[in-house]
């Protein structure tokens, strides 16, 4: 990589090198244990001209995307977290027309459509789309471009409402993009956005979000940038705990704008009180991702050491990141479980460590078990409160090690 994708200066700093690993989401079966394995350089660096963080694109979107095994319904919380969405969206701009970008298998439009909101998906994986279409979803099997948008818009008219979320770190031609909902949105009308915020992560030690997939990470000062390629004007934002942080953006074409909310000031205080826009504000991160992954051998080891068992809970893409980077392997985690039928019986890509069911860890009762997805830390303290009859304690590796008795 040697241009920003935003802006296109040359001048990228170095924010951490979390060595080379193999795509996150790429469980390997049994009978490609004994297959080369591809990986590939996970180097967070951020323009020091537009302060967007980013990764080389290297593994292209459609490599991965067009057969997907995530299904968004799979996560209740996260259905239910998107029928609130479209409760108050529907409430406040009672919109004629709502099109979503990675509908994914239609876990939010359903909720549009029960409203009796004339709605369509956009979502490129051809197998997950289809569960959409099968729910009675409108999906259009394709990637959002600009081409697109267009298409999109002569066809079905514009959008009052464009919601794009958990995707907007997902693209690497982030500009093309923006033109795509640009195109679609109409000139009087809203866009939706829902991204990991770049402040949180940094602030929480959240480094294992990094992964190849993300090939972006914003503040709001740098998605206010990127909307402006396409000629969306950022008029307000809200910060949401999802993700263990998130931004929720709200765009209009930028003749429509209107002066940004007192919230989008407060946001942009706090990421320049952070130092996110000179580099002193990246500068103590790689210390403290060194320090998370020393912690977090030391707790391993020591545990192997003492006899102690140590299983897994959760089996996601960011835990990937966090196991190979740490050079975590069976005889530290003997296996993790996790709920996705499609991961059992296979291994994390890298490390290999056996991804099992979830009763698995009541049969075995564990000492400890190392919690992955710490993001649900809330919700999986609850799920996993039963590893207490046993005295198990569960393990949290960020923001930094923490063993819950
Ligand atoms: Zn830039």
Same mark, same amino acid.
């Given at each position: 990589?040697?241009?920003?994708?935003?802006?296109?200066?040359?001048?990228?700093?170095?924010?951490?090198?979390?060595?080379?690993?193999?795509?996150?989401?790429?469980?390997?079966?049994?009978?490609?244990? +004994?297959?080369? %394995?591809?990986?590939?350089?996970?180097?967070?660096?951020?323009?020091?001209?537009?302060?967007?963080?980013?990764?080389? $694109?290297?593994?292209?979107?459609?490599?991965?995307?067009?057969?997907?095994? =995530?299904?968004?319904?799979?996560?209740?919380?996260?259905? @239910? !977290?998107?029928?609130?969405?479209?409760?108050?969206?529907?409430?406040?701009?009672?919109?004629?027309?709502?099109? %979503?970008? /990675?509908?994914?298998?239609?876990?939010?439009?359903? !909720?549009?459509?029960?409203?009796?909101?004339?709605?369509?998906?956009?979502?490129?994986?051809?197998?997950?789309?289809?569960?959409? #279409?099968?729910?009675?979803?409108?999906?259009?099997?394709?990637?959002?471009?600009? %081409?697109?948008?267009?298409?999109?818009?002569?066809?079905?008219? $514009?959008?009052?409402?464009?919601?794009?979320?958990?995707?907007?770190?997902?693209?690497?031609?982030?500009?093309?993009?923006?033109?795509? &909902?640009?195109?679609?949105?109409?000139? +009087? *009308?809203?866009?939706?956005?829902?991204?990991?915020?770049?402040?949180?992560?940094?602030?929480?030690?959240?480094? +294992?979000?990094?992964? !190849?997939? !993300?090939?972006?990470?914003?503040?709001?000062?740098? /998605?206010?940038?990127?909307?402006?390629?396409?000629?969306?004007?950022?008029?307000?934002?809200?910060?949401?705990?999802?993700?263990?942080?998130?931004?929720?953006?709200?765009?209009?074409?930028?003749?429509?704008? *209107?002066?940004?909310?007192? #919230?989008?000031?407060?946001?942009?205080?706090?990421?320049?009180?952070?130092?996110?826009?000179?580099?002193?504000?990246?500068?103590?991160?790689?210390?403290?991702?060194?320090?998370?992954?020393?912690?977090?051998?030391?707790?391993?080891?020591?545990?192997?050491?003492?006899?102690?068992?140590?299983?897994?809970? *959760?089996?996601? *893409?960011?835990?990937?990141?966090?196991?190979?980077?740490?050079?975590?392997?069976?005889? &530290?985690?003997?296996?993790?479980?996790?709920?996705?039928?499609?991961?059992?019986?296979?291994?994390? $890509?890298?490390?290999?460590?056996?991804?099992?069911?979830?009763?698995?860890?009541? %049969?075995?009762? $564990? +000492?400890?078990?190392?919690?992955?997805?710490?993001?649900?830390?809330?919700?999986?303290? @609850?799920?996993?409160? =039963?590893?207490?009859?046993?005295?198990?304690?569960?393990?949290?590796?960020?923001?930094?090690?923490?063993?819950?008795?």
């Amino acid at each position: 990589m040697t241009r920003c994708r935003l802006c296109g200066s040359a001048e990228l700093a170095s924010v951490v090198d979390l060595g080379a690993t193999p795509p996150c989401e790429l469980f390997l079966t049994r009978e490609r244990l +004994d297959e080369p %394995e591809l990986t590939y350089p996970l180097h967070l660096r951020v323009c020091t001209s537009c302060w967007l963080a980013q990764l080389p $694109p290297l593994i292209q979107p459609e490599e991965t995307f067009t057969e997907y095994a =995530y299904f968004s319904s799979f996560s209740t919380s996260w259905v @239910e !977290h998107a029928r609130e969405f479209v409760e108050a969206a529907v409430d406040r701009f009672a919109p004629g027309f709502v099109v %979503e970008v /990675a509908s994914n298998d239609g876990y939010l439009l359903q !909720h549009v459509a029960g409203r009796g909101v004339r709605c369509l998906g956009i979502e490129p994986s051809a197998n997950v789309g289809q569960a959409a #279409r099968d729910k009675g979803i409108p999906t259009r099997t394709a990637f959002l471009d600009p %081409e697109t948008g267009a298409a999109v818009r002569a066809e079905h008219g $514009p959008a009052d409402l464009v919601v794009a979320n958990n995707v907007y770190a997902h693209i690497p031609d982030v500009v093309g993009f923006t033109q795509g &909902l640009r195109a679609l949105v109409a000139d +009087d *009308g809203w866009v939706s956005i829902e991204v990991q915020h770049l402040l949180t992560l940094v602030e929480l030690n959240q480094y +294992d979000t990094i992964y !190849h997939e !993300h090939f972006q990470y914003y503040t709001v000062a740098a /998605a206010r940038r990127a909307l402006a390629t396409g000629g969306l004007a950022l008029v307000d934002v809200e910060l949401l705990p999802t993700h263990g942080g998130s931004i929720r953006l709200w765009a209009r074409p930028e003749e429509a704008g *209107g002066e940004p909310t007192e #919230r989008v000031a407060d946001v942009l205080a706090r990421e320049k009180g952070a130092g996110l826009d000179e580099l002193a504000g990246y500068a103590e991160f790689a210390a403290r991702v060194a320090k998370v992954r020393r912690d977090l051998l030391r707790f391993l080891i020591d545990a192997a050491e003492a006899g102690k068992t140590v299983a897994g809970y *959760g089996a996601p *893409g960011k835990g990937n990141t966090l196991l190979n980077h740490c050079g975590i392997r069976e005889d &530290l985690l003997a296996y993790t479980v996790d709920r996705n039928p499609y991961k059992h019986g296979r291994f994390t $890509p890298g490390t290999r460590i056996p991804i099992l069911p979830p009763e698995r860890l009541a %049969e075995d009762r $564990p +000492d400890y078990v190392l919690v992955l997805p710490w993001n649900l830390r809330e919700e999986l303290t @609850e799920q996993l409160s =039963y590893v207490r009859e046993w005295g198990g304690q569960l393990v949290f590796p960020i923001p930094s090690l923490e063993i819950v008795p």
